[in-house]
């Protein structure tokens, strides 16, 4: 069975840190390049910080310098470690394979809150 299972959110203060998990079960993802998204309230689910099939890592412009994704591939992990968090970074974050569409197999998510 497909599952990814996201975790580590929470609510905190600007300025803060937190680390995202994201646990591939069933290892259905090791082959693919994997992805953090992440949609506010309202709003479409955007990529947030990917690892391409080159080998690189790709992050959006508002969280450069602020996250670090990492991945231990025997494991079957993915990590988002966000600092110095903003109150738009606030959204539900979702991991999955990049790139992923609507249509593709989405776990729960992981609910952030930052208060200012």
């Known amino acids: 069975q497909v599952q990814l299972v996201e975790s580590g959110g929470g609510s905190v203060q600007a300025g803060e840190s937190l680390n995202l998990s994201c646990v591939d079960s069933?290892?259905?993802?090791?082959?693919?390049?994997m992805a953090w998204y992440r949609q506010p309230p309202g709003k479409q689910r955007d990529l947030v910080a990917a690892?391409?099939?080159?080998?690189?890592?790709i992050y959006d412009e508002s969280v450069k310098g602020r996250f670090i994704l990492s991945r231990d591939k025997a494991k079957g992990t993915l990590t988002l470690h966000m600092n110095n968090l903003k109150p738009e970074d606030a959204a539900v974050y979702y991991c999955?394979?990049?790139?992923?569409?609507?249509?593709?197999?989405w776990g729960q998510g992981t609910q952030v809150t930052v208060s200012s």
């Open positions: 999955n394979k990049n790139p992923a569409y609507k249509y593709d197999d």
């Open positions: 690892l391409t099939s080159f080998g690189g890592t």
């Open positions: 069933g290892g259905f993802y090791s082959g693919n390049a």
